[in-house]
């Protein structure tokens, strides 16, 4: 569905609460207390529904105005009020960022289900103050043990049909959820609030209902027809007669209250015994005529959540970590920043800079958008899971090589549009990853009271995953992240096809900024920055990370900056929903994307449905800003004198 959608409404009808009286773009008003939310920044401008079908899910219009929330100790934003709030209540009353983010997903599993859940999967990166440690964790899905390298593409060996209704909304897409096990580790690891009273705030509001969302209104009414072929999700979603639920309508969710309930009590409730029989039960269910799934009870059982070593590079005197194979995100952030550090990015800051992020220059969009094209196509070629396809030179310091990046920087022209970059030359040749359109994700960073932080990307893949829902969740279809054919033309096999036990490669990029330590100084955490967005995710987290690093945009100026950049197609992409964009006459009257055009990008305005956060360090505490063309917030201990 397209057209602009309403979301002040219901934001409004929280923050009213809390702030007393609606927020103006000029005078907004302040949060007064501990986990308030400002009413602020919710005046929406309009969205001209510029948005493709492969569009990660559907843009929401812009809130136009946001400013930064200033915060003492600690902060958290969410893709959600709800969710920001029940995870700052956890900050305040002495939890860590690990035990925020258990109740962040719990709630985020309730109120965005579309984007995340206990159904999907996960990365984290968490920075532990007292060891002054980077951990990456990797809760991403599995393929079960019986999927072949057809599994997506073919019901069987014998009947090489497509599976029904197709791969993403068949059993076929369900991969082997990873969020549970992996924020129970997290959890174990870093957690100081009992693991049990963390999903509490979730139990509640699933027991005495919530007000659906104008965002998630909008998502039911686009994934309508597809809801209703299951049984469980129709019931839940949509009105007897089949019509979507609306915006403000209460729903309660019994089922994913007793769901949390028992994993409350012991998260391997959710890997053996019922909830998993029950998993296992949906995937093989063939009513309207899907295709089964292969997932089995020993697949849930023998699930992992993975430690990783996160992918640390320099940018601009900072240290810029992000998350490793399986995803492709950290890498190729890393790979553009490395580019652009060979150029003077501070000449080409926005100009007109108002609360919005001003108005990105030409060149600026330029050298992000080509640095991302050689980011991508070596992303495309080479990065898939490392358990499976080791990366080149079997670690990431090859495809980040100072000397290397040096060489791709030197293929960008000042002058002229690349339009389609190579991949570097490693042997032994893999033919390249078929792009897949990918959708729908949330992102939750946080710092705590104690300077423990996390950035945390979690997805169901597509809005909605598969559409199965059990137990009063859905599960994800993270396998079409997968590519379905196994080879290339040639015959050369794919990095990224299906094996057994393989996790699908993910362009999450969940990342921690720290500025390193100097003589006589400790490296002391920066920043937290994440988005969700499929693979578009790479070029938001970078257009933040230069935005706070070489423009002196505040974290809410650099999200709600205008979505810019490229992968590696000809296309260059400038978010159609940013009120400084100009889309009349296919952006013939807008400065920027003129002077794009002129060195040979084709523009695409299609609307950005980014859902960043930002929190970085500043005077006096921290200082946050939450994507306004989503529904989130940003919060901590906010109101009283900075210490
Ligand atoms: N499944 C995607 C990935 O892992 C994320 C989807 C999204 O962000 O919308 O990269």
Request: proline share 8%; charged share 20%; net charge negative.
């Amino acid at each position: 569905m397209r057209g602009t959608r309403l979301l002040t409404a219901s934001l409004l009808g929280l923050t009213l609460i809390v702030a007393g009286c609606a927020a103006t773009q000029d005078t907004p008003a302040a949060a007064q207390g501990p986990c308030d939310i400002a009413a602020d920044g919710a005046s929406e401008t309009r969205s001209d529904a510029r948005q493709d079908e492969s569009d990660p899910e559907t843009a929401t219009g812009y809130r136009s105005g946001m400013t930064a929330v200033q915060t003492r100790t600690y902060a958290v934003a969410t893709a959600n009020p709800l969710a920001t709030r029940a995870a700052c209540e956890v900050l305040r009353d002495g939890g860590t960022a690990a035990d925020a983010l258990v109740t962040a997903q719990a709630v985020l599993g309730l109120v965005e289900p579309q984007s995340s859940g206990l159904g999907g999967g996960g990365f984290l990166l968490y920075y532990d103050a007292a060891t002054d440690s980077v951990q990456a964790f990797d809760g991403r899905e599995v393929a079960p043990a019986a999927a072949t390298e057809n599994y997506l593409r073919w019901v069987s060996d014998t009947d090489r049909t497509e599976p029904l209704p197709d791969a993403r909304a068949s059993g076929r897409s369900i991969g082997v959820p990873g969020i549970v096990r992996m924020l129970a580790d997290v959890h174990a690891e870093h957690g100081r609030t009992p693991w049990r009273e963390l999903f509490s705030p979730a139990v509640r509001l699933a027991d005495d209902g919530f007000d659906v969302s104008p965002r998630l209104a909008a998502a039911i009414a686009d994934a309508a027809p597809r809801l209703a072929a299951d049984e469980d999700a129709a019931a839940y979603f949509l009105n007897p007669d089949g019509s979507a639920k609306t915006a403000q309508t209460r729903l309660t969710n019994p089922a994913y209250a007793k769901t949390l309930g028992a994993i409350a009590t012991d998260p391997a409730a959710f890997y053996t015994g019922d909830i998993a029989r029950d998993i296992v039960a949906a995937v093989a269910d063939p009513s309207g005529g899907r295709t089964p799934g292969l997932m089995t009870l020993e697949d849930l059982a023998g699930y992992t959540a993975k430690p990783r070593q996160a992918v640390c590079t320099p940018y601009r005197g900072k240290e810029i970590c992000g998350m490793p194979p399986p995803s492709s995100g950290g890498i190729a952030v890393a790979a553009t920043l490395g580019m652009l550090e060979r150029f003077p990015m501070a000449q080409y800051a926005p100009t007109d800079v108002d609360r919005d992020g001003g108005r990105p220059t030409v060149l600026g969009v330029h050298l992000i958008s080509e640095a991302e094209r050689l980011a991508y196509a070596d992303r495309d070629r080479y990065v898939a899971d490392t358990d499976f396809v080791p990366l080149p030179g079997g670690s990431p310091d090859l495809l980040l090589g100072s000397d290397y990046l040096a060489g791709r920087a030197a293929l960008i022209s000042t002058e002229k549009a690349m339009g389609t970059a190579e991949p570097g030359a490693f042997g032994p040749p893999a033919a390249p990853v078929a792009p897949v359109p990918e959708h729908g994700t949330s992102h939750v960073s946080v710092v705590d009271a104690q300077g423990n932080a996390a950035s945390l990307t979690t997805t169901v893949e597509s809005a909605f995953g598969s559409f199965h829902m059990v137990d009063g969740f859905l599960l994800n279809n993270q396998l079409t992240d997968f590519s379905a054919e196994p080879a290339g033309p040639d015959g050369v096999p794919v990095a990224n096809r299906v094996e057994p036990g393989k996790r699908p490669r993910s362009t999450m990029a969940p990342t921690l900024i720290f500025t390193p330590a100097g003589p006589g100084t400790r490296r002391e955490l920066y920043g937290v920055v994440g988005s969700p967005g499929g693979a578009t995710i790479i070029q938001f987290v970078v257009k933040t990370v230069v935005g706070m690093l070489d423009w002196d945009l505040d974290p809410q100026q650099a999200v709600s900056m205008v979505d810019f950049g490229a992968d590696n197609s000809p296309e260059t992409n400038v978010g159609g929903e940013h009120p400084v964009i100009d889309t009349s006459d296919d952006g013939g009257n807008d400065p920027l994307v003129r002077g794009l055009r002129e060195l040979g990008h084709k523009v695409d305005l299609a609307d950005q449905s980014s859902g960043l956060s930002a929190i970085v360090r500043a005077p006096g505490g921290w200082i946050g800003g939450a994507d306004p063309r989503r529904e989130g917030a940003v919060t901590g201990d906010v109101g009283g004198p900075a210490s």
